[in-house]
């Protein structure tokens, strides 16, 4: 059973950090691109950042370029999201994903497998 459980969210200042973690189990990790979606209250899932099975190429949405940072740790089935400068429009629920897939977009951003429960970002002073 795959499972994906994030950790790492709360409340913090605009202009704040936070590191979220995503351990996952239940597959090959290091198999499966994986990726980070977000949702705000009254809108729909978008993407965040996307890291390729090795963690040598990464790619973000234009809202969070230069502020966040994928990575991923495949000895420790871990992927990981350094959220810094944070914004008040970043305040969401924040989903780890597996799977992420090109499908004939620029960017790898879409979610072909699990997402888990996530974890809640608050940006407010």
């Known amino acids: 059973e795959v499972q994906l459980v994030e950790a790492g969210g709360g409340l913090v200042q605009p202009g704040g950090s936070l590191r979220l973690s995503c351990t996952a189990s239940g597959f090959t990790f290091s198999a499966y691109a994986m990726g980070w979606v977000r949702q705000a209250p009254g809108k729909g899932l978008e993407w965040v950042s996307t890291?390729?099975?090795?963690?040598?190429?990464?790619y973000y949405a234009d809202s969070v370029k230069g502020r966040f940072t994928i990575s991923r740790d495949n000895a420790k089935n871990t992927l990981y999201l350094q959220l810094n400068s944070l914004k008040t429009d970043d305040t969401a629920m924040y989903y780890c994903?597996?799977?992420?897939?090109?499908?004939?977009?620029?960017?790898?951003?879409?979610?072909?497998?699990?997402r888990g429960q996530g974890t809640q970002v608050t940006v407010s002073s």
């Open positions: 890291i390729m099975w090795g963690g040598g190429n990464t």
């Open positions: 994903a597996k799977d992420l897939r090109f499908n004939g977009a620029a960017v790898p951003s879409a979610v072909a497998g699990e």
